[in-house]
């Protein structure tokens, strides 16, 4: 009985460590000024996320994009992004969104999505993929809930992955 408990946690556990599960996405509090286009999806976010991100990813050890992104608040940025993570990008922003900033403001659900209808999602499905054992990495797929398309695909630093965005970061 005791060995059957014990496997039922193991397999339990090791379930929802991949497993899917849906939340909601928070208000902005700032008109988004950056705009992906990802499977005809539109992934809204505001520069002084990003910017908090990017500290965030600094703190957390990884400097690769500096501690600010330089974009010009008075502007709107449109990028848009292929599916797959490995692709080699001509745009700094394009690998920096992908490759960890879009990726942690939807997992602290900071972000505005519209589908091909232009309609606001207020919920996504996420699927967080852990890392193989040594590897520095998580993988993310943003689904949406109704329609089970595939809004995002990225990864981030495993150590960014607990990091709160707070409240009041100005």
Same mark, same amino acid.
């Given at each position: 009985?005791?060995?059957?408990?014990? #496997?039922?946690?193991?397999?339990?556990?090791s379930?929802?460590?991949?497993?899917?599960? &849906?939340?909601?996405l +928070?208000?902005?509090?700032? !008109?988004?000024?950056?705009?992906?286009? #990802? $499977? $005809?999806?539109?992934?809204?976010?505001?520069?002084?996320?990003?910017?908090?991100?990017?500290?965030? =990813?600094?703190?957390?050890?990884?400097?690769? #994009?500096?501690?600010?992104? +330089?974009?010009?608040? $008075?502007?709107? /940025?449109?990028?848009? =992004?292929?599916?797959? &993570?490995?692709?080699l990008?001509?745009?700094?922003?394009?690998?920096?969104?992908? $490759?960890?900033?879009?990726? /942690?403001? =939807?997992?602290? !659900?900071?972000?505005?999505? %519209?589908?091909?209808?232009?309609?606001?999602?207020?919920?996504?499905? =996420?699927e967080? &993929?852990?890392?193989?054992?040594?590897?520095?990495?998580?993988?993310?797929?943003? /689904?949406?809930?109704?329609?089970?398309? !595939?809004?995002? %695909?990225? !990864?981030?630093?495993?150590?960014? /992955?607990?990091?709160?965005?707070?409240?009041?970061?100005?």
């Amino acid at each position: 009985m005791k060995r059957a408990c014990i #496997f039922v946690s193991v397999l339990f556990l090791s379930l929802s460590l991949n497993a899917q599960h &849906i939340v909601p996405l +928070r208000n902005l509090w700032a !008109k988004p000024q950056v705009h992906i286009l #990802f $499977n $005809n999806y539109t992934l809204s976010f505001t520069i002084r996320d990003i910017n908090r991100a990017l500290q965030l =990813l600094t703190e957390a050890g990884d400097s690769t #994009f500096g501690i600010t992104s +330089r974009l010009d608040t $008075n502007k709107k /940025y449109t990028i848009e =992004l292929l599916p797959d &993570i490995r692709t080699l990008y001509h745009d700094q922003l394009q690998v920096m969104m992908q $490759n960890a900033v879009a990726t /942690y403001l =939807l997992t602290a !659900k900071r972000a505005l999505i %519209t589908n091909p209808k232009q309609k606001t999602i207020s919920t996504i499905e =996420l699927e967080i &993929i852990t890392p193989e054992t040594g590897e520095n990495y998580i993988y993310l797929n943003v /689904y949406d809930p109704k329609t089970k398309a !595939k809004i995002f %695909t990225g !990864k981030m630093p495993i150590n960014l /992955y607990d990091m709160d965005i707070g409240i009041d970061y100005w």
